[in-house]
């Protein structure tokens, strides 16, 4: 059976690695058991295994660098799926037949020059612009580990007949097109904040919230709700002991030119049940009941999907399960281009269409539901760390969430998690030709962050196939009190019809049948 923990070890079950992640000195994140003093080793906690191919390499680096980071969850999507078709791009012109998503063929290269080598070469020198574009704080990183490679991080040439050109190529036509993609990576659509710099990814489309902030460390007056159903910024103290109202995060990504999606609404789930309507009540005491009587199981569902800060986040969880897939099959670089072309395209169109919905809709998480529509009436919750169905007003509910990170600050449907998770579990599926997974991970006695006492013991936690991990990433939005049933359920939906369509585009690509 695959182990999912061994591959995590930047996750909250194993924090060294996310410490160290952007070290510069290699010595300071010590090494793996086996020694390793690598620059992999340094990002990632773990050496990568003997003969891992670049494309995993750069897959380690790049997940290492969303941990210390800390990117939003759709600027992360967006990330991995430009790396992942910067890749590509160099990839395509060794390959008899594929396509480049920019340039189609006309990088091609002759059969004797379609080695492993110059795959690999190429494909580094595309990753590194490319995470460089990301990530310009860390270039000392990036350029450690293409040196570690041994290639030339100061080497930037524009000869296809090199594989550093090639590199070179496929990248800057990727980030040029990129850069004019509705995400306002660059900061330009915006105006520049106090300092006179460019806001990367900052929203033009003039959103505001109806509703003012509530401070969750105390019961919710109702004058505090002006619109009860529309989103509400949530006031807390963060893990620096710093009291924020973190903004809506990127009410304007629906606007992101996708991969394969025709629109960011192509596929926008019917609306949710009305606020207030029977149906609605239901849903949201199902998840005050659920917070009031959660098992250790259901609290540790919570706390392993959660991916907050320090974690690679959503779309970055799907690509740790399949590096093990990668590994399970015995992947060639070529086949682990094509899986990562798919995989990460899938979750950025996933984050594209999510965000279009959560915007279009702007519906309030339960943290403000609860608060207000049981406001004055006594009802059963979790009462924080060891306190579990206690009494108490609902305008005191919590979800079951570290109080630093009380709940993600955009609105509720759809879920995030379900749909980057569905889209990634359709493409697996689709590209091993089977739904089997067989990944497991162990959830250690008192190692939760929102319980330290839970669990009691070790929890494991095990998926024979991706879309039972699917569905239990979905579920433990609702354990975790961050979501609602018809949030998770249209998430999940989207999220099928998203990677299905992305994953189609991506077979067209590299089997040379279309752009």
């Known amino acids: 059976m695959i182990s999912i923990e061994s591959s995590r070890p930047a996750s909250r079950w194993a924090k060294r690695a996310s410490v160290c992640a952007v070290a510069l000195l ?9 020694k390793d003093t690598s620059v992999s080793t340094a990002l990632t906690g773990q050496a990568i295994p003997a003969g891992a191919n670049v494309v995993v390499q750069w897959n380690q680096v790049h997940l290492a660098l969303i941990r210390a980071t800390k990117p939003a969850p759709p600027m992360t999507a967006r990330a991995l799926g430009i790396v992942s078709t910067a890749i590509y791009d160099a990839w395509a012109a060794y390959d008899a037949q594929a396509l480049g998503t920019q340039l189609a063929d006309t990088l091609r290269r002759p059969a004797v020059e379609q080695t492993l080598g110059n795959k690999s070469k190429a494909i580094s020198y595309a990753a590194f612009e490319a995470l ?16 570690e490679l041994g290639y030339d991080p100061a080497l930037s040439v524009s000869d296809k007949a090199t594989p550093e050109g090639v590199g070179h190529l496929a990248a800057q036509a990727l980030l040029a097109y990129r850069h004019g993609d509705g995400s306002n990576q660059l900061g330009n659509l915006t105006p520049l904040d106090a300092s006179g710099k460019p806001v990367p990814y900052a929203d033009y489309t003039g959103y505001v919230p109806q509703n003012p902030a509530i401070n969750l460390s105390a019961p919710t007056a109702l004058s505090s709700f002006v619109n009860p159903q529309s989103w509400q910024p949530l006031t807390w103290v963060n893990q620096a002991g710093v009291t924020v109202t973190p903004a809506y995060i990127a009410p304007h990504w629906g606007k992101v030119v996708p991969f394969a999606l025709t ?18 009540v239901a849903q949201v005491q199902e998840i005050i009941d659920f917070t009031a009587n959660l098992t250790d199981r259901q609290k540790s569902i919570a706390e392993y999907w959660a991916d907050g800060p320090n974690s690679e986040l959503p779309p970055g969880h799907w690509h740790l399960f399949a590096l093990q897939v990668a590994e399970r099959d015995k992947h060639s670089l070529d086949e682990d281009v094509k899986m990562f072309l798919a995989l990460s395209n899938a979750v950025f169109d996933a984050g594209i269409a999510t965000w279009e919905a959560k915007r279009f809709y702007d519906t309030s998480r339960p943290a403000t539901a609860v608060r207000y529509l049981f406001n004055g009436k006594t009802i059963r919750g979790w009462g924080g760390p060891g306190r579990d169905n206690v009494e108490m007003d609902g305008a005191a509910w919590l979800p079951f969430q570290p109080n630093w990170f009380a709940t993600p600050p955009f609105s509720e449907y759809t879920s995030g998690h ?16 089977s739904d089997a997974f067989g990944g497991s991970v162990t959830v250690p006695a008192r190692s939760l962050k929102a319980d330290p006492s839970a669990p009691a013991s070790d929890v494991v936690l095990s998926w024979k196939t991706f879309t039972e991990a699917a569905d239990e990433a979905g579920m433990s939005r609702l354990y975790g009190g961050i979501h609602f049933h018809d949030g998770d359920v249209a998430g999940r939906q989207l999220g099928r019809l998203v990677g299905a369509q992305a994953y189609v585009r991506a077979q067209g690509l590299w089997s040379g049948s279309g752009r």
Do not use: H, I, W
Not at 132 to 147: I, V
Not at 263 to 280: H, M
């Open 418 to 433: 379900s749909a980057f998770s569905a889209a990634a579990a359709e493409v697996l599926k689709r590209y091993t030709g």
């Open 26 to 34: 290699l010595a300071a994140c010590g090494g793996s058991d086996n």
């Open 132 to 147: 460089l574009d990301l990530y310009p704080g860390e270039r000392g990183t990036l350029e450690a580990k293409m040196r």
């Open 263 to 280: 629109r960011g609404d192509q596929f926008r789930p019917v609306p949710p049940k009305a606020f207030g309507s029977t149906e609605y």
